[in-house]
């Protein structure tokens, strides 16, 4: 992985930066360092999307990706398009029971998830890069493949790509590894788009 730096976007500015203060040491990639504390601090940066009033509760799958670990963030050059860049973010984390099925492996709903949450970081790293800033968004559709099973204590390692990054749709891609013995579980890919405004009431 190159280590060049991808400079901060100018249309970033000190309000946008971040009241905490992440350690970045031992995240590796080109990101700058304040994607990195933006991206690294997973519970201030997926708070910024959920509603204050939702921000205290044990909502679906939040002591899961309090246990995230960020160990690279990166933004380059896509290798077939030059002129466009690529996020890439790794996740790492291990195989509890919260993420089981009655086999005692991870749920395919858990891995599916898991695709949604980590694919999306790829995309915002690339926002960020280019904008300074992020973009709230919705998925349209996760495609799912599953390779092997993974059980509890194993540590998994997600390799998330971005593909396209369009005005209104983006794409992403990922793959769940078992790094404990070294196989793929799963692969998914993940299509959003920006969120339509709610409808006007019938009055």
């Known amino acids: 992985m190159a280590s060049t730096s991808v ?32 991206i690294g601090n997973i ?21 899961i990706q309090d246990r ?19 996020g890439r973010v790794v996740v790492e984390l291990d195989v509890e029971e919260d993420m089981i099925n009655g086999g005692g492996n991870i749920h395919g709903g858990c891995s599916a998830w898991l695709v949604d ?8 790293a690339v926002n960020l890069t280019k904008e300074g800033k992020d973009y709230p968004s919705v998925s349209q559709a996760i495609n799912m493949i599953y390779h092997s099973p993974a059980s509890v204590g194993d540590r998994l390692r997600l390799i998330n ?5 369009g005005k209104r749709t983006t794409s992403a891609r990922t793959e769940i590894w078992n790094v404990t013995h070294h196989r793929l579980v799963a692969s998914g890919t993940h299509v959003k788009m920006m969120p339509s405004p709610p409808p006007k009431a019938n009055l």
């Open 161 to 165: 790509t971005s593909m396209s990054m």
């Open 68 to 86: 995230f670990e960020i160990t690279e963030v990166s933004v380059l050059p896509k290798p077939d398009e030059p002129s466009k860049l690529e």
């Open 7 to 38: 400079s901060r976007s100018p249309n970033s500015t000190a309000a946008n930066k971040p009241s905490f203060q992440f350690d970045v040491s031992k995240v590796a990639g080109n990101a700058s360092v304040e994607i990195k504390e933006r």
């Open 43 to 63: 519970k201030e940066f997926f708070s910024k999307f959920v509603p204050e009033q939702y921000r205290d509760t044990p909502f679906f799958g939040r002591a």
């Open 117 to 124: 949450m980590c694919s999306s970081l790829a995309m915002s």
